[in-house]
């Protein structure tokens, strides 16, 4: 983005705003071009991907919304082939899915919020109490920078009211002790959410850290621990109430992120410090044969 003088200069027109190659190109396949085949053809007709937005046929697919586009249809569907017939489908079928999983992306409420640097307004903030980023919408002028500086590309420019728009992790129903829509609509069960007691003067140490192999411990470091009498006696002394203490204690993230580091950061290289985690899938040949 550069220095506040060359922001200055950017201010009424972005020159850095994402590309579609940030997204993905939304295709189709040619599907007709199967029915269609001339019989007696010497080569085996397939289906081609084909651009949704010029209408071109893609050389290739670089991006896609999730990994059965990209395939083509759901293993079920390719399991039928006759070259699978001697494969053992259930263990093909798992070790697929640990290298190309669905990954749903979120906004991350970054403890170090790019989105938050780049607003030239200072529409966006991140809440003291739950750590929650926010737009405000009075404030929003249209710029679009937030867009630019946000590293996983999850706010949106809103065409129609002139303002960028995210994720506001369903504020009004966590104020009222509820959990955030996606969780609890999540079919899987999969979403975990929880309060974490965190060191904010250990923020800056940590995204400033020189290796960037080094930046998931120090991201482990701003973490406290909420059984630590030491922690619990701190933050009953900054008047964090009772009751956040004991969510801290018992909910499961805590323990999935430092205790058993299952849960992983997306991208920490990019220095943001994000707190949305992600537990990856277990190796298939483990689970295979832990079944027989």
Known sequence: MGNRAMSLGKIFANPHLPGIDDYYEPFDFDYQNLHTAPEGSKSQPIARPRSLITGERMAKIEKGPNWEDDLGGEFDKLAKDKNFDNIQKAMYSQFENTFMMYLPRL??????????????????????????????????????????GCPYKKIYFNWKSGKSEKCIFCYPRIEAGQPTVCSETCVGRIRYL?????????????????????????????????????????????????????AAQQSPVYKMAMEWKLALPLHPEYRTLPMVWYVPPLSSDSVCSRRG
């Open 107 to 148: 906004c991350e409420h970054c403890l170090n919020p790019a989105c938050v640097a780049t607003c030239p307004s200072g529409a966006i903030y991140k809440r003291e109490e739950d750590g929650i980023v926010l737009i405000d919408q009075d404030k929003c002028r249209g710029w679009r920078m937030c867009i630019t």
């Open 194 to 246: 929880g309060v974490l007691l965190y060191d904010a003067d250990a923020i800056e140490r940590a995204a400033s850290t020189e290796n960037e192999k080094d930046l998931y411990q120090r991201q482990l470091e701003v973490f406290l621990d909420p059984n630590d009498p030491k922690v619990i006696e701190q933050a009953i002394k900054d008047g964090i109430p009772l009751s956040v203490i004991e």
